[in-house]
């Protein structure tokens, strides 16, 4: 039994600054009142980047924006609102996304490609950018690098905590900072919670390394949860290269055959992974956290397909929620999600107890035992498909009461 | 606006007898108490048989059994069992499923080869065969005709009410009757939800034309419901014919070119819709039958995926749970079914409302009209693609917090 589970302590992390990235968050009252939520983060010199984006075919405005931006790489701003996802706005979402980064460019005397726009909340209701223009000019004059928490904070939407982390990595000799924040709830819902992250680094490394990365470290952490298999029309993964360790000495990172590499891109997908665990940890209305292992599969591809047709079950979800050992809707699960699978070669694992094995139940099997481990807040439940070597993990929480209250609720 | 949604007074439904068609039933205290849950439905001449079953990649043992004999593709019986599934059974299940099939053939002095089984329940769970073999003899002996409302009841599992239709049909002067019992509940729930059917018509018709016909009609009813996107490992659904009616003189129906098959076929059809939508409408927790209409997608194939896509999200079944007009929910499910879409062609109507054109909010929404609309039992969505001229439709059910707890609960 491996569990991923990482410790949950980001609360009372001790954020580093970042030399060279400053950011400051305002109340707009577009929706949500005494709070903030909206976040400019301003790079002093214009920073590499990379990104990903959300694979809907109706993408929010901003997405478009970024997308068509990232082929010049370079970034000075970015503004992120939470409230409004200005999706499904039509031209005047376009002109919204014109608007604020025409403004957010003025006021850091940038070009307009080089300003990173996300937005989070209702679909469908047009983003009002003139009430928003007028706060980059002094949001520009009041940013400060010691605000990671603040950031965090103003981009959350039905959030519960704000999801917020670091890491420190020496790459030959110089120690670099990854910092990251990132809103979510569920891998969606238009009017609630899309997944956003910002990620920002003193690293000096190449936008195209940056994206191979990214695209790399997206698979196994943002891209193996599921919170109820909706996929949000804004969801946003940025990561900024600062380059200011550079002025330590640090030489750049632009090759792939550079031996930091490795160092560097494992502490990216850690990172990736712990924010990725704290949005499924907070899905709306969980109350467990999940954590799907297949193995045995035919393939990675076909254990990943397997594994997310368990997680998104939800009948294994309400299962969890109501603490029942119920390892049949497990079966069911592996049987419907299409891939090679041979019942009587299946076992089925919840914590370290195996409850099925060759097709039917374990022997072993203790109804005892079983309710006792479902009573845990971290639910481990492992597929051996017994067929090949193929493996994956995905996480997901337990589907409650409280998810269909939330989401019936939310928008009237 | 063209709903399919049907007159529902199947409860005082007068059902016709059907010549040659007995059924009776019993209590095996197999895991209900006080009520029927085994059904022997016996043709006094081998009847033809059409069946179709889950896809699951992990069957049941009955639905494995049923499988290897359908090329033979002759029924004398038919024993369903509700309570348990006997599925991830094992050699266990295997060997009950022969000890039933001897037993009922032996009461019916049959080959093995035309005994057809159905069991729904609990999964994994051994079926102890021999405190049912027994029972098979004298309920041969007390089966009768007008017996339909007790058969459907004996399959219940969770669903609330019992799910049986007729209808006559006029073939080239001869009328022939087909009735038609089924079960549900979810799409599924390896342990209470399995959706069995069981069809049968006096009209002669040769078991290859059955299949034809039901494989046809399978397409746009039972595979067009979706309660919670689950599939079961024992899904059955079986079209029998007596042949009775050649007693009056109505000639065999064994080609396709033959002109009454299409009316037969077209016949058949609506009863697979009405008994599907007998299902979806009593899907677990459900308060409202919900009907999705894709149109203007680029096949008739995309559109289904983008019909069951929206069907299936929980977020747009929670939102009319909560009687909550969110269009940018259908918005999401549109862009994340991976179809070709074009959020800028988008429409979307809830009722005879159009909510959403051309990517953005209708400039007629009233949230009034909206608010009053998603009040009703039945909530009909339409989305217009824009691309072609690909249709569908699909129905599911809410999702409510009723689900959840019939879910979280059950086995336990």
Not at 176 to 190: C, F, L, R, S
Request: hydrophobic share 40%; with cysteine; proline share 3%.
């Amino acid at each position: 039994m491996t569990m991923t589970f990482l410790p949950f302590s980001q609360s009372c992390l001790d954020m580093p600054t970042l030399a060279g990235v400053r950011m400051a968050t305002a109340k707009t009252g577009i929706r949500y009142k005494n709070r903030t939520d909206l976040l400019f983060l301003i790079f002093e010199r214009a920073a590499d980047v990379a990104g990903v984006f959300t694979r809907s075919r109706c993408p929010s405005a901003p997405v478009d924006h970024c997308r068509s931006i990232l082929a010049h790489a370079r970034a000075r701003g970015v503004v992120v609102n939470s409230g409004n996802a200005n999706a499904f706005t039509g031209k005047k979402g376009r002109t919204a996304v014109k608007l604020m980064s025409e403004a957010a460019a003025t006021a850091l005397s940038c070009p307009v490609n080089e300003i990173y726009l996300a937005s989070t909340g209702v679909i469908g209701e047009p983003l009002d950018a003139r009430e928003l223009v007028h706060l980059f000019a002094p949001l520009s004059a009041k940013a400060k690098e010691d605000n990671w928490f603040e950031a965090a904070k103003a981009i959350m939407t039905t959030d519960t905590f704000a999801k917020i982390t670091t890491c420190k990595v020496h790459l030959d000799g110089y120690e670099v900072t990854i910092n990251g924040i990132a809103k979510g709830a569920g891998m969606i819902a238009p009017d609630m919670a899309t997944m956003l992250s910002f990620i920002v680094t003193d690293a000096p490394v190449s936008a195209p390394i940056l994206q191979e990365i990214l695209e790399d470290g997206v698979g196994l952490s943002f891209n193996s949860i599921t919170v109820d298999s909706d996929t949000s029309t804004s969801d946003t993964l940025l990561l900024f290269s600062t380059g200011s360790a550079t002025k330590k000495g640090m030489p750049y990172l632009n090759v792939r055959s550079d031996p930091r590499y490795k160092t560097f891109a494992e502490a990216v997908k850690s990172l990736l992974l712990n924010l990725a665990l704290q949005i499924v940890r907070d899905g709306e209305g969980a109350r467990k956290l999940i954590e799907v292992h297949v193995t045995g599969a035919v393939s990675d591809v076909s254990a990943k397909k397997i594994a997310m047709s368990i997680a998104n079950s939800p009948l294994v979800k309400t299962a969890v929620a109501g603490e029942d050992a119920n390892w049949g809707r497990v079966v069911m699960a592996v049987g419907k999600a299409g891939e090679e699978a041979d019942r009587d070669r299946l076992s089925i694992w919840f914590g370290s107890q195996r409850f099925a094995v060759d097709g039917e139940r374990d022997s072993t099997y203790s109804e005892t035992i079983a309710s006792h481990y479902m009573r845990s807040s971290e639910i481990y439940i492992r597929a051996d498909i017994g067929l090949g070597n193929g493996a994956a993990k995905v996480w997901t929480c337990d589907l409650t009461r409280d998810y269909v209250m939330i989401n019936g609720d939310y928008r009237s």
